[in-house]
């Protein structure tokens, strides 16, 4: 399975935009990149995902490299609300399978 | 919707006791996940089911694990005998079958001590 690098952790400041980054350089044609946040205490929950175009949603963008070699998750203003946990997935195309990596925990200061 | 319904929130056992966790997935979603989520490994996918059919058991740690679905409203995540490395926060999500619709839905959790 392809994998995904993120960093540890990142820090914003409230009402700034924020640029999530997620490396995946092996990944393949069939796969999707799906974005996860988990907020403290609870369950994951969907962000974003895309597989070549850029992807915009009520929640955030997604900007997907032209090789697909890398994405950025943007928050375009964080609040404190946004701080979470930040998971970078590839799906297999025809797979229901995520596997999830250690995350960005992105801290949000007011 | 309630979303997806985990029971119970809490449990507290011993060592050798026989755990169960009840999941209630989001109607009408045809997939069901269940996970467990530790420090030291992170968010772990154990089985899922498509159509209460499972489909991928390949994360189920060991014979002690077990689960069921036997409707498409009910699915239980069973541990016997349980043992403290059991420990953990076991998710259930839930997807709809649409072919468009990639997100799953994760339930609040289960937080699992094994004493």
């Known amino acids: 399975d392809a994998k995904t690098t993120q960093p540890n952790s990142m820090e914003s400041n409230e009402e700034e935009p924020v640029h999530l980054p997620c490396n995946h350089s092996?990944?393949?044609?069939?796969?999707?990149i799906h974005w996860y946040r988990q907020l403290p205490s609870q369950g994951p929950e969907y962000v974003i995902h895309?597989?070549?175009s850029n992807v915009n949603n009520r929640m955030a963008s997604l900007a997907i490299a032209e090789d697909r070699k890398s994405s950025t998750l943007i928050l375009h203003r964080a609040t404190l609300r946004d701080a979470a946990v930040y998971y970078c997935?590839?799906?297999?195309?025809?797979?229901?399978?995520?596997?999830f990596g250690k995350g960005t925990k992105l801290t949000v200061n007011p | 919707d309630a979303g997806v319904i985990q029971s119970p929130r809490h449990e507290v056992t011993e060592m050798g006791q026989e755990v169960t966790l009840r999941c209630k997935p989001i109607?009408?979603?045809?997939?069901l996940f269940w996970y467990r989520q530790t420090m030291m490994r992170g968010l772990e996918l154990l089985i899922y089911?498509?159509?209460?059919?499972?489909?991928?058991d390949s994360g189920m740690p060991e014979d002690r694990f077990s689960a069921k679905m036997p409707n498409a409203s009910f699915s239980t995540l069973k541990i016997q005998p349980s043992e403290p490395r059991d420990s953990a926060v076991y998710f259930c999500?839930?997807?709809?079958?649409?072919?468009?619709?990639?997100?799953?839905?994760f339930g609040p959790g289960t937080r699992l001590t094994v004493t």
């Open positions: 092996t990944i393949s044609g069939t796969d999707y």
């Open positions: 895309g597989l070549t």
């Open positions: 997935i590839l799906r297999k195309g025809g797979s229901e399978k995520l596997v």
């Open positions: 089911f498509n159509n209460n059919v499972p489909i991928d």
């Open positions: 109607s009408g979603h045809n997939s």
């Open positions: 999500a839930s997807r709809s079958g649409l072919a468009v619709a990639y997100e799953q839905y």
